[in-house]
Structures are given as C-alpha cells and as structure tokens.
C-alpha cells in the first residue's frame, strides 16, 4: 500500500473531517476542501442544524480515532424520553433497563471543529474552505473548484476523491450527469418540514427543565422535541405538516397564529420560551427526506459516504452515527484490503448499503413512534415491560431501539429484522392480554422469544418464496 497516495475529500461535515482524520492517521496526504466558511470562525448554523445524538456506534467511531474523552466533555448524556401532555403533566421513558445505556446531546458545530481541529493537527491534512465543487470528473480523478470569494476556478487531481459533501452531494450529481455507468437515484420528501427554535438558559446558566432527558411533545400529526445544550439552553425542534391538518406551516403565518398553536398545543413548553416568535420567524423552515442510491463508488477512483450516499430524516438520531460507522466499517476494510481501493469499495457499497437502508426505513418508523405511538397506553406498557426485561435479563433481551442504539457490533439490518418482529410479537401478546407487566418475566421472557421466532421465520419464508418467483 502506497501511504504517500494523494486523497481528496469533498465536504468537511462530521463524516468529511472524521474520514480525513482517520486516513491522515494511516498516512495518506489529505486535502479536505468545504463549500462554506470556516465555523470555528464564523457561526454558519442558519437554524438549520437539528441537535445531534449521539450513541454507541458513533462513540466507537471516537475511539477508532482516539477522541472519545474529548467527545464526552461535550456531551449531556440523556437518559430517556421525557413526554409532556397538553395539560402539562409528564413522565419519563427511559431508553433501557441497563443504566450504562443512553444518548448524549451534542452540538452538531463543537464536534465538528473539534474533529477538523485533530485532523488539522497532523502535518498531513490540510483544509481548505469556500471553495465549493463544481464538477468531479471521477473517470480522470480530478475535481473542478470556484473560489467564493475570488470566483476564480482551480481543478485538483487526487490518486482517489471521496464525497462527503451531505445530500447536495457534487460527487453523486457528477455520477448521474455523466451517465458513465447505471446508477440508481431516489429521493423521498415527507410532507413535513421543521423548524429550529429554543430554550434560553435561566439565570446563572441553569436549566429551565429537566437536563438529562430528551424531551417529546407528541401530538398525533406532529411533535415538538428539545435537546440540552451545555449553556442551559434547548435546541427545540418543531416537526410539522408544510400544508395539512388545522396548523401548518403554510397556515402559521401571524405571530397570533403561531402563539395560539402554542397555546392549544404545547402550552407547558410555551412558558420557557419567551423568544418564540422571533425564532419562529427568523429560522427557516426546512424540508426531511431520505436519499438512497447505487452503487456509491466508481472502480477504485471514488466513493460516497454519510449522507451523500445515504441521506435519512433524523428521528432515530442515527445519522451522524451511521456516517460515523461508515468511517469505521471503512477503515476495517483498509486494513483487511491492504489499500486495495476497487475491492475496498466493492466490498464497502456491497455490503454497508443493507445497512443504510435499514436504518433509513428505521427512522421513519422511529417518527410515527414519536408523534404517536408514546402516548399510547399499549405501547407505554410495552415500554414499561422491556424496560424490566432488559433490567432483570441485561444479556438475553435487548428492544428494538436498545439493538439499534446501543449494540455497535451488530447491523442496522440485523437489529431491524430482531427489532420489528420483537416489537410485533409484544403488541400482540399485550392487545390479547397473554401476557401483562405483572407476570413472572422468565415466563414473559420466553413467550416473547417464542412468538419473535416465529414471526422471523414466517418473514424469511415469504421473502424465499417472493425470491423464487422472481
């Protein structure tokens, strides 16, 4: 393997500014080139930036590179999901039954300066910013730059280019544009949009509610969340419909308009945030979307990665994770491949992409949860009963989002098939009351584990047969 081999990498996101770190580390020469400014120097948020959680799969990621202790200093761990009624009451859903297992909340711009500022570090990275790419020509592995501020155009050649330049991905147009291979494009808008809002800190930088909780005001069609912040603020996240149901985006267009919609609806969240209107109407109002497409590379000359190749909506609070997890999965095969870049990507693309989609599907289901399923009495005591599961059985049962949020070593894939039929098997087993919260839980333990079974099974033998019939 040649460490000396020039490697270009399009966009300095999380996923960018760790790659860059990580194959720095291995000795490659990286240039990292970024469309906007610098945001250790300049705040480019714009309202646009959804607080990001972060799990195990994305601190195993931290380990790979040695930052993890970094990483924790700014984190605020949450221990689960703290769910407010209309009328103010509320009550806390914790994530698992095992106390080591939880998310963090982390600002989305600290991690990622703290990320460009280690790959800065080594003598073999260097970062170059607004210069936004025009064009990739991956046949000849080179990349056409402008210059936001002098408009003057540069070409860089690179022995290999990897776009990680989020779902406006230059890389992934330039695939589609040339039409060199077959590749296959989708993207999916929802009907809803979000908005950023906040929290701001009370005196002395405290906290306003509860800190160690990812906070949900379910409300059927749509759904306020806030995140702590380090400073005592929430970043509060409305999601909702752009033009259906009584209040829309479309429709919220008076400050009257908007406070009565919080008035009605989140009248507990509206008493912490005496700012609302001005948030309201000075962040934008943003689209959600999943983007899947194939193949990722182009022989041993480029590869996508994070959401240039998988774009998905983030209520599973899985997508800087599974970026991050990219970058993990990459490096092994590096490592395997002995910098064998074609059987590399081959093998990356073949493999991560089940992977991918799964969690995409995933976040979509995790939406529906959220806005409406956790207020729902069935699934709280579904909740209620996993959660004693995984506390008096830590090594037998894990729930589905425990298998997605906290298992790193298993696939997205994997936990989505376990998780699904899990959660399928128990709804069941509640709605017909074969079992209750009051059994014996070694008897419930193995019901579950019985009808899980079976639901897996008659799954694999509906796909065998729709494969055959192909």
Not at 73 to 95: A, E, Q, V, W
Not at 180 to 189: A, G, I
Not at 212 to 217: D, F, G, P, Q, T
Not at 283 to 288: A, G, I, M
Request: hydrophobic share 40%.
């Amino acid at each position: 393997m040649n460490k000396q081999q020039n490697i270009l990498i399009i966009g300095a996101g999380l996923c960018g500014a760790l790659l860059a770190l990580r194959l720095g580390q291995r000795g490659y020469n990286i240039t990292l080139i970024e469309m906007r400014p610098d945001l250790r120097k300049v705040d480019i948020s714009e309202g646009r930036s959804i607080n990001l959680a972060i799990s195990d799969r994305g601190i195993k990621a931290m380990k790979l590179v040695g930052i993890q202790n970094k990483v924790k200093s700014l984190c605020i761990p949450m221990l689960g999901r703290m769910i407010h009624d209309t009328d103010g009451n509320t009550f806390l859903s914790k994530y698992s039954g095992r106390d080591h297992e939880y998310i963090s909340s982390v600002s989305r711009q600290d991690l990622t300066a703290l990320l460009m500022n280690e790959a800065e570090a080594l003598e073999n990275v260097t970062l170059i910013f607004n210069k936004k790419c025009k064009h990739v020509d991956f046949e000849n592995k080179q990349a056409t730059f402008i210059d936001y501020a002098t408009k003057a155009v540069s070409t860089i050649q690179a022995d290999v280019i990897f776009g990680t330049d989020g779902a406006g991905s230059s890389l992934r147009k330039s695939y589609y544009s040339e039409r060199k291979f077959l590749f296959n494009f989708s993207q999916n808008f929802l009907k809803y949009g979000y908005k950023e809002l906040s929290i701001l800190p009370a005196e002395n930088n405290a906290y306003k509610t509860e800190k160690n909780a990812l906070h949900i005001w379910p409300r059927g069609d749509f759904m306020l969340i806030a995140l702590p912040n380090l400073d005592g603020s929430f970043t509060v996240t409305l999601f909702l419909s752009y033009d259906q149901g009584s209040f829309n985006f479309s429709n919220l267009t008076t400050p009257e308009m908007v406070t009565r919609f919080f008035e009605k609806e989140f009248p507990d969240a509206l008493k912490l945030m005496p700012h609302l209107i001005d948030d309201f109407f000075n962040n934008p109002t943003s689209p959600l979307g999943t983007i899947k497409c194939s193949p990722w590379h182009y022989q041993d000359h480029t590869l996508l990665m994070g959401d240039a190749a998988h774009a998905i909506a983030p209520f599973y609070g899985q997508g800087m994770n599974a970026s991050f997890e990219d970058v993990v999965v990459l490096d092994a095969l590096i490592e395997n491949h002995k910098g064998n870049w074609e059987t590399i990507f081959k093998t990356f693309s073949k493999t991560r992409k089940k992977d991918t989609d799964a969690i995409a599907d995933l976040a979509i289901d995790n939406f529906l949860e959220m806005k409406e399923h956790v207020s729902d009495p069935i699934f709280q005591e579904k909740r209620k009963l996993e959660i004693a599961l995984e506390k008096e059985f830590p090594n037998k049962y894990a729930s589905k989002y425990a298998l997605v949020t906290f298992n790193e070593n298993i696939g997205y894939h994997e936990a989505m098939t376990q998780g699904r039929a899990q959660d399928k098997a128990i709804l069941n087993l509640l709605k017909h009351k074969y079992i209750s919260f009051d059994d014996d839980l070694k008897s419930v333990l193995k019901i579950i584990k019985q009808d899980t079974k079976k639901i897996i099974d008659k799954d694999n033998l509906l796909k065998n047969i729709e494969e055959e019939s192909i």
